[in-house]
């Protein structure tokens, strides 16, 4: 296998950030399957046609129905907003594509296990797009949890901050339409953190929490894209129908206990995603605004040295860094993405499943309604239950 077809649902902020990973990869990952960009989907031709050309794909059609049925499409890369994911994703599984779908899965956790239940069913290989896993801190987070470096764990404390809807003025983009998005900050940033959660610590068994809407009523917007929008020329107003923030407790089912918090209004932050897990021989934090370092404390330390460490994870030893520059040379966002469709292109030549796939979507769906589930009815709630 030298390559795969890729055909795109979405243009804007993923679109663009995916549209880049297919064309690092092959310069930074020669020995990987090559992904070839063939066409492009959006409603908008204008909008389309620019990105486009912009992005470097050979076509693009309005259509994703069009774009499904393709014989030269392999994989169907779907980054629209999170209502279009489970008919695009049930489509392409019964046209035989392979799946790659931003999260969250799906509006609900029913959706999600359908689109499961049916990229299963017709045998393909299937990807979730949760990229903050694949920055090299991270992995080396990982590693030391799973070589118990730091013991036995006690403690995940997650957040994820922004402050980009702070301004009551600013419009009412869809992130803010739960008939489009699904929810606000809990299944838009608080997704990463719980998925983050189960990569290093392990399954939740029960959860409760509390979420805030501090802007109940937005302008209504006359343009959008990425985190970023217009208001329209009238004074019309509109609803906001998801959470500014959430926050809940959590229980693992290692015995370990869990905090996370998202939130779109916590001034100062532009993208503080983050967490600290302690364990009985150490701990370790990180922040993807450092996404390169990872701070470190070991207990057996000798007493008169004890304290975090920074380490900065760009040597050749780390994940994926001897791909990239010498030590000390830094990487950002979007190398993320070049490795999540790097673990893609892996999957193809190994013929395995990719991870996180849809398996880890429908988990951290089980988390997300679990939370919302506990708001509305003010108790714990065991993952069991959904």
């Not at 296998?1 to 990869?25: E, T």
């Not at 019309?236 to 918090?261: K, P, S, W, Y």
């Not at 993807?288 to 404390?297: A, G, K, S, T």
Request: proline share 3%; glycine share 8%; with cysteine.
């Amino acid at each position: 296998m030298k390559k795969i077809n890729v055909g795109m649902v979405g243009y804007k902020f993923m679109g663009k950030a995916h549209s880049n990973a297919y064309r690092a990869l092959p310069m930074f990952f020669p020995e990987a399957v090559k992904p070839e960009m063939k066409v492009i989907c959006g409603r908008d031709p204008v909008g389309l046609e620019q990105a486009r050309a912009q992005f470097g794909w050979e076509s693009s059609v309005t259509d994703w129905r069009e774009l499904v049925q393709r014989e030269d499409v392999d994989v169907v890369d779907i980054n629209a907003p999170s209502d279009a994911h489970k008919e695009i994703a049930i489509a392409a599984a019964r046209a035989g594509k392979h799946l790659f779908c931003e999260k969250p899965l799906a509006l609900t956790l029913e959706d999600s296990r359908e689109m499961l239940e049916e990229a299963e069913k017709a045998g393909v290989k299937h990807m979730v797009g949760f990229n903050y896993r694949f920055a090299p801190a991270v992995q080396l987070a990982k590693k030391l949890i799973a070589e118990g470096r730091i013991g036995e764990i006690h403690h995940f404390r997650g957040v994820f901050l922004q402050d980009w809807i702070l301004d009551p003025s600013f419009p009412l983009v869809w992130r803010l339409q739960k008939e489009i998005a699904g929810s606000g900050s809990h299944g838009d940033l608080g997704a990463h953190v719980i998925d983050m959660a189960r990569f290093l610590v392990g399954e939740f068994h029960e959860v409760i929490g509390m979420s805030e809407t501090f802007v109940k009523r937005r302008p209504v917007a006359s343009a959008m894209t990425g985190l970023s929008a217009k208001g329209g020329a009238s004074e019309e107003m509109g609803d906001v129908t998801v959470d500014d923030a959430t926050a809940f407790l959590a229980r693992f089912e290692n015995g370990a206990m869990g905090t996370i918090e998202a939130t779109r209004f916590a001034a100062g932050h532009r993208c503080t995603n983050g967490f600290e897990i302690n364990g009985s021989k150490g701990s370790i934090k990180f922040d993807f605004e450092r996404m390169n370092e990872l701070q470190v404390y070991f207990a057996d330390d000798a007493e008169d040295v004890q304290g975090f460490r920074r380490v900065l994870a760009t040597d050749a030893s780390h994940a994926y860094m001897d791909a990239w520059w010498p030590a000390g040379h830094t990487i950002g966002y979007e190398h993320t993405f070049t490795h999540e469709v790097l673990e893609l292109m892996r999957a193809f030549q190994e013929d395995r499943q990719p991870v996180p796939n849809f398996v880890d979507g429908v988990k951290c769906q089980e988390v997300l309604e679990a939370v919302d589930r506990s708001i509305e009815e003010r108790r714990w709630v065991a993952i069991s239950e959904l």
